[in-house]
């Protein structure tokens, strides 16, 4: 289950249902529990899509009505249930799974690898694919414990082993109440958003309702809030909790052969789904990059450009291509030494001037997709605004950014696939890895993961018709001559 929280007073949502006309949303919102529910029954049967005949439930991308069944949930509750009996246990595995919200990584996993941390990180760092990001869910952002902040890989690998004790003691005192314990909790973490705490408190219900209570009344999540405030003003009541109370009695009535009856948590995050459905239909939300169902494939968002190129463009832009510790660096020093201009790399400069201010390279990207959709805007305006008639080297290009893109969810689309087809880059020299590999603050993948990144560069160079003039792994001196071989060529 996902929802859509973020810290502050503005609610971006607020006025996505304005001008729409529902004479009837509580029979509105039990409509849509209906037909969502059947469209899940029919898919999970084996039937073939579409599974409904609305248009906007074949387009538009939706949780299931029973968070149960939702993917991500299922393999939170079968990598929990084996520690159930122990709670310090219990606890630390729903944080832990929370915090990855992942259910591929998940899956890989049961609960005596959280037991070893070191060797949980170094597993990770040899993953192709980024094990924590989801963009369908709630952002996760750092937290602080003890004075030390700890970013998300941190915080679920080794911190929630050490301090799983506190926490249980946390939720053991709030009197079964999620709010209350959220609160408790985030007292400590210091979260802007505490709505992963909410979802790993909430998952302790499932298997102790004796220590939370799974009808404890919940906060109204800003995707919620348009919906409920419908359903508050045609009942008459007095708050939100009144109107999630009144939609529970009354589900006996507009749904009594549901497969069980709802709870808060339920109304609000379903209120979050109504929204979305009546903001298709109230043209306030459109069906792109996230938000739009395509069967067998994940929820990605995409990046895109106002136009692009229409006609071939060939520049004087030189690209040192290559995977992390391929020595690009050091040759673009040297070149830049002898009087070439040289621009470098857009995602290495940030985390630089973040780690130059007192910032931590993991903090800064704890949020890989955001991170990610910021080096893309920087990148295209650099290489969109670069001279096309003067020779400039540059440490990597934006074609090398599609393969990070890939990794943290993000595809491209056709603008800045048509851009990069027709804005032609004169030559592209990739360096061969160095034999020595070194982590440091700013580039922090294994050698095995960089060197996948390496040969992932050099498929995608291929695909967009580049020829790659390969630098072998020799000395400085000579992987210069090599290149400035071609420029006289």
């Known amino acids: 289950m996902a929802s859509e929280h973020t810290a502050g007073p503005e609610n971006p949502y607020a006025s996505a249902l304005d001008g729409l ?14 037909e969502r529910e059947r469209i899940r029954i029919r898919r999970e049967s084996g039937e073939s899509g579409p599974w409904s005949d609305d248009p906007i439930f074949q387009q538009g991308r939706f949780l299931n009505v029973f968070r149960e069944d939702d993917r991500g949930t299922k393999s939170i509750l079968r990598f929990v249930e084996p520690v159930a009996q122990d709670f310090e246990a219990l606890v630390h595995a729903v ?23 070191l060797a949980l990180r170094s597993r990770f760092n040899q993953l192709a694919i980024q094990p924590w990001c989801n ?12 004075g030390k902040t700890h970013p998300r890989l941190d915080a679920a690998v080794e911190l929630f082993h050490a301090i799983r004790g506190d926490l249980a003691a946390l939720i053991k005192g709030a009197d079964r109440d999620v709010v209350r314990a959220t609160q408790a909790i985030n007292d400590h973490f210091g979260m802007d958003n505490d709505f992963p705490i909410f979802m790993a408190v909430m998952d302790v219900a499932w298997f102790r309702p004796d220590l939370i209570d799974p009808a404890s009344h919940v906060p109204t999540g800003i995707g919620a809030a348009p919906y409920l405030d419908r359903l508050q003003h045609h009942l008459g009541l007095a708050d939100h909790h009144q109107a999630c109370e009144a939609m529970i009695a009354l ?43 395509l069967p067998g494939q994940d929820a990605q968002f995409v990046f895109d450009i106002d136009g692009a190129e229409q006609e071939t463009i060939q520049t004087q832009i030189h690209v040192i291509a290559g995977g992390p510790c391929s020595g690009k660096t050091t040759l673009l020093r040297e070149l830049k030494a002898r009087g070439y201009r040289v621009e470098d790399e857009t995602s290495e400069v940030l985390l630089k001037e973040g780690v130059a201010n007192g910032q931590d390279a993991e903090v800064l990207r704890a949020d890989p997709v955001q991170w990610q959709r910021d080096v893309l805007e920087k990148d295209h305006s650099l290489f969109d605004g670069l001279p096309v008639d003067e020779l400039i080297f540059t440490d990597t290009s934006f074609i090398e950014d599609l393969v990070f893109s890939r990794r943290a969810g993000i595809q491209m689309g056709p603008n800045v696939h048509r851009w990069l087809k027709n804005k032609r880059y004169r030559r592209v020299f990739f360096l061969e890895p160095l034999a020595t590999y070194e982590s440091n603050a700013v580039r922090m993948e294994s050698q095995a993961l960089a060197e996948q990144i390496g040969r992932d560069i050099q498929q995608e160079y291929n695909e967009f018709g580049y020829g790659l003039i390969r630098v072998p792994a020799c000395s400085l001196a000579e992987r210069l001559d090599i290149i400035l071989q071609h420029l006289d060529g």
Do not use: M
Request: with cysteine; hydrophobic share 35%; aromatic share 18%.
């Open 21 to 34: 006309e529902i004479d009837d949303p509580v029979q509105a919102f039990f409509d849509f529990c209906r």
């Open 95 to 117: 944080f832990f799974a929370r915090w990855c919200n992942r259910d591929s990584t998940i899956d890989q996993l049961d609960y005596a690898d959280l037991c070893s941390p």
């Open 135 to 146: 963009v369908t869910a709630y952002p996760v952002g750092p937290i602080r414990w003890a």
């Open 251 to 293: 589900q006996a009535e507009h749904w009594p052969d549901a497969k069980r009856a709802f709870q808060p948590i339920d109304i609000e995050y379903l209120s979050c789904e109504c929204r979305k459905y009546f903001s298709y239909r109230n043209g306030t939300k459109q069906f792109e990059g996230k938000n739009r169902f």
